[in-house]
């Protein structure tokens, strides 16, 4: 039955993106190229609310037969359709980045809440009970990944490729630790499929973009998925940390940057080391693609050691994040003369 469900999905999703095409261009909700941009062709938004629509109508039905439990369905469901609709707005028209920052924080409070917050966190083979403190940090670390995961969706196809083999790769690394189907997998399966749909249409050379919507949804979701993990499996919610280390690692570097240099952090800018990188090569399927193969060849097999209980967590992280740090910097994260 789920893999009928995953192929409906995907289909679905890809059937709802060339829709949402043909709706971006009638109402002229396209993204104009200019020195801020990525891009050189004039692009329709929003496609990414196929992925939120597919998503949530598929784990409403999963929820109705007993596939996934209430706790799962109500954090992911409730918080979601907060951030989706907070970007389908924004998408449309313009909401001030102080109110949508209020709802992200809503949003990331709502999911937290219902997964029953921050669990006790294991550093160095200690256990350590943060209390308050641990769910301060876990609604920051909610918003920031919903957030970045929108600053890295600048070109094509990069933002559907990471949540396709970040996700992919936490999927082999619950099997490979003997977890049951019937915990949050299925919520991950129907993720992948979602965006796969999408992504046919957002595949270099990008016949549409993501939107905020869609953006913002997905790094909320891998968020949660991640707060889930920390009940499951305290070394998977390191393995979670680690895969996303390459969204993280040139999203932070290059807003620590920008803030040190005195420019705004909600400002509009083109100085993150991918965009660097797609300038310098003159292509956005290579970057992209190099972002899927740093998951799949480097990050991976660190979030497998630490998984499998051979390396700890915060060491994992040092090992995994070090090399991708060097490189941000190399490519000019956050410098200005990069634009």
């Not at 029953?116 to 918003?143: K, M, N, Q, R």
């Amino acid at each position: 039955m789920i893999w009928s469900l995953l192929i409906t999905v995907t289909v679905a999703s890809w059937l709802l993106t060339g829709l949402l095409r043909r709706y971006a261009l009638s109402y002229r909700m396209v993204d104009i190229p200019n020195e801020r941009s990525s891009h050189s062709t004039p692009t329709p938004r929003g496609g990414g609310v196929a992925i939120v629509l597919s998503f949530l109508i598929s784990i409403i039905f999963l929820w109705c037969i007993g596939f996934i439990n209430a706790t799962y369905f109500s954090a992911v469901f409730g918080s979601g359709l907060i951030v989706a609709l907070t970007g389908f707005i924004d998408d449309h028209g313009h909401i001030p980045a102080g109110w949508r920052l209020i709802l992200h924080f809503i949003a990331a409070l709502w999911g937290l809440y219902w997964l029953g917050g921050l669990p006790p966190i294991e550093f160095f083979g200690v256990t350590c009970d943060l209390s308050w403190l641990g769910h301060v940090f876990a609604v920051v670390y909610i918003v920031w990944l919903l957030n970045l995961y929108n600053f890295m969706d600048g070109i094509d196809g990069i933002a559907s490729i990471e949540a396709i083999t970040v996700c992919c790769s936490l999927l082999l690394l619950l099997i490979s630790k003997g977890y049951e189907f019937a915990s949050y997998q299925p919520l991950i399966f129907l993720l992948v499929a979602a965006i796969v749909g999408f992504l046919i249409w957002n595949f270099p050379p990008a016949k549409i973009f993501m939107g905020d919507a869609g953006s913002g949804f997905i790094g909320l979701v891998l968020a949660l998925f991640s707060i889930m993990a920390a009940h499951l499996d305290q070394a998977l919610f390191w393995a979670w940390i680690i895969m996303l280390g390459a969204f993280v690692v040139d999203a932070t570097l290059t807003l620590v940057r920008r803030v040190l240099k005195g420019k705004a952090f909600y400002e509009a800018h083109r100085s993150h080391a991918y965009q660097y990188l797609a300038r310098k090569w003159g292509t956005h399927k290579t970057v992209s693609l190099l972002f899927g193969a740093v998951n799949l060849i480097w990050l991976l097999p660190v979030a497998a050691a630490v998984t499998h209980g051979l390396v700890d967590g915060v060491v994992g992280i040092i090992i995994a994040y070090f090399p991708l740090i060097l490189l941000a910097y190399r490519l000019k994260a956050g410098d200005a003369d990069s634009q």
